[in-house]
């Protein structure tokens, strides 16, 4: 096999130097000649290859749509769930007929007494009124599933939204009883006067919710109760009854945050029952808006993506009914794609990869100096139990029982919503199949699951500039190596860290060195917290704080299992040696422009920070890459001895 040199000089900002600003001086280039397209909120390296899987399902979607395959085939059911998406008439013919029998359930409801019927069936379509519900294995017994049931019921994307009083907030909630308004008119169903009231109920619930760093904190949401209690929490509604209702025959649930539920009791009692039709037909309007018809479908993209996001422009419709097919069916979709780019070879290497920097990970527990034998020997039993998962599942999802049909695109969505709501509450009776997977095998992304102590790679990012089949190694651990140990890292992250090799929560730390790790990933929470955002906002240290040790100790057991690959073979390809190289593949990936709207709503709900903060920051924290390009003491992307943030 042949190399090739795919790193881009081209891409390079040569005017700033590497000791300042890293990502800049790897990407400045880039960055200048790539700013975000109209339809996107963000343009960057994850986001060109998911244009180009895209691409490659287009292809496949169409030939699915005019070909029909056999009934219950993955191209019969795709190419079905695509025509009736991509029928605009028919959606425009049909109006809102499929949601009237909810609309007058909603209509019907006298008193709180009534409430709990309505809700099972909005629950069943996955509409996210008042609260959370998920199935997912249990914290405590892996083997069998619990339910989880969270704080929500909001139309904005964080509680802090409805909370600030600045300028640019108090626009942007205005904007928002103007969207919710606009929804309800479009429906018939009400106006101004009730967006304004609905505004004011989940005022309360966001009030009565924990904050997006609180709520990562699994010591304080990780709280097991009895079904049986729980009409304490909800005296008024009765949850207990509710949740059998569901169909929920556990002893225990899981509950994130009892004060919300005592609150939402308050409110749902002490709210008129107007209030609560108008806040019910909004969600379930607001859940179902992009399969309605064009007049709703362009209300929520206006606030959702252009206010909220900062996407100037929709992206052609094509695109958007196979968004919603990657989370309705979307190991079909995947199953599709897999067939047509995954290559056993390209399997083959990536399993080489994960079980290259599995070994990392255990030398560099077994070098750390802070840690007693006691506690490694914990965290090795850990790491020699590591499962990993890689391109798509062994056996892929059974969707039996699930029609779609080239009918109602709508009703195809709630077919579907209903279908997983039903999956899902059959699996509290059944052990639980380790061989799932969370995502489907065409996106970008992967991930760490806890409670199965797994790692899991899609085919969809084992693509360039992540993987390449023919680069030099330099090239792949930078990349898709960094990315590899980032989610090892996971395991052994402020929540990771929390759970055993089986994945059941369980304090397997001494105090000391349970003290000395959190001392440790304080020096990374102050080190973040100082990164500045477009001039007035600052990264949240303590949201992004799991995400910044998984960068931190990503990057460096990537750098230890590359450094195992170079044998003495220094050579240069392209005037750059193999170390510098492997920094250089590093920057690329996170290289991305964003929208001022988006990077902001970025700050306040998500865990990491953003891609120059990831890039820049475990490198200033690493003196490899110091030494690879000769920056000095002092120098902005080499931090004082003293300050290094070191744990993994
Ligand atoms: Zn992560």
């Not at 109760?225 to 304490?232: E, S």
Request: with cysteine.
């Amino acid at each position: 096999m042949g190399l090739t040199d795919h790193l881009d000089v081209s891409a390079f900002d040569p005017a700033t130097p590497p000791s300042v600003d890293f990502y800049r001086h790897v990407n400045g280039g880039w960055l200048d000649a790539n700013p975000v397209p109209a339809e996107y909120p963000a343009w960057g390296a994850s986001y060109e290859v998911h244009v180009r899987n895209e691409e490659i399902l287009h292809g496949l979607l169409e030939a699915s749509r005019d070909d029909r395959g056999a009934p219950g085939s993955p191209s019969r059911t795709v190419g079905d769930y695509f025509a009736s998406g991509m029928d605009v008439d028919a959606i425009a013919a049909a109006d809102l007929d499929s949601l009237g029998g909810l609309f007058d359930g909603i209509g019907s409801i006298g008193s709180i007494d009534d409430l709990g019927v309505i809700m099972l069936s909005l629950k069943q379509l996955g509409v996210g009124a008042f609260h959370g519900f998920a199935v997912i294995p249990d914290f405590e017994d892996p083997d069998s599933y619990l339910v989880y049931l969270g704080q929500g019921g909001l139309g904005l994307p964080e509680r802090d939204y409805y909370l600030r009083d600045d300028d640019r907030s108090t626009a942007l909630v205005d904007a928002y009883v103007g969207h919710v308004t606009a929804q309800l008119e479009n429906a018939g169903r009400g106006g101004r006067d009730d967006a304004v009231a609905i505004l004011e109920l989940e005022r309360r619930l966001a009030e009565a919710s924990l904050p997006a760093e609180k709520l990562r904190d699994l010591q304080l949401t990780l709280n097991r109760h009895r079904v049986d209690d729980l009409d304490v929490l909800m005296p008024q509604f009765g949850l207990t009854g509710y949740l059998r209702s569901l169909g929920v025959t556990l002893e225990t649930v899981n509950i994130d945050n009892a004060d919300f539920f005592s609150i939402l009791d308050e409110v749902l009692s002490g709210t008129r029952v107007e209030v609560i039709r108008s806040y019910l037909t909004w969600h379930l309007i607001r859940s179902y808006a992009p399969a309605l018809p064009t007049r709703f479908e362009e209300e929520a993209f206006d606030f959702y993506n252009r206010k909220i996001g900062g996407q100037q422009q929709p992206r052609e419709r094509w695109t958007r009914v196979l968004s919603a097919a990657a989370s309705d069916i979307g190991e079909q979709v995947a199953k599709l794609y897999v067939d047509e780019v995954f290559s056993p070879e390209a399997k083959a290497r990536c399993e080489h990869m994960v079980d290259d920097l599995i070994a990392a990970m255990g030398r560099s527990v077994r070098d750390l100096d802070w840690m007693t034998e006691e506690t490694k020997q914990e965290a090795l039993t850990k790491v020699d139990s590591f499962a990993y998962k890689i391109g798509y599942p062994d056996e892929w999802r059974d969707y039996t029982g699930l029609v779609i049909d080239r009918g109602s695109y709508v009703e195809n969505r709630m077919r579907s919503a209903r279908w997983e709501f039903d999956r899902n509450m059959r699996r509290l009776e059944e052990p639980v199949d380790k061989g799932e997977w969370a995502l489907p095998a065409h996106v970008v992304n992967a991930y760490y699951n806890p409670l199965w102590n797994e790692v899991v790679f899609t085919a969809g990012i084992l693509q360039p500039p992540f993987f390449y089949a023919d680069a030099d190694d330099a090239v792949n651990y930078g990349a898709i190596g960094s990315v590899i140990g980032h989610e090892i890292t996971h395991g052994f992250d402020d929540n990771g860290s929390r759970f055993d090799e089986a994945g059941r929560r369980r304090n397997w730390w001494t105090e000391a060195d349970r003290d000395e790790f959190e001392r440790r990933a304080e020096v990374l929470v102050s080190q973040f917290s100082e990164y500045e955002i477009d001039g007035d906002q600052k990264v949240n240290g303590r949201l992004t704080l799991g995400e910044n040790i998984a960068d931190l100790g990503g990057l460096a057991v990537a750098y230890d299992a590359f450094v195992q690959t170079l044998n003495g073979d220094e050579a240069e390809i392209g005037g750059f040696t193999a170390r510098q190289r492997f920094f250089i593949s590093y920057a690329t990936i996170w290289r991305m422009n964003y929208t001022e709207e988006y990077l902001r709503m970025l700050t306040n709900v998500d865990v990491h920070a953003p891609n120059q903060v990831r890039t820049n920051g475990p490198l200033s924290n690493f003196p490899p890459f110091a030494e690879a390009f000769s920056v000095g003491d002092g120098a902005p992307m080499r931090r004082p001895v003293d300050e290094v943030a070191d744990i993994w």
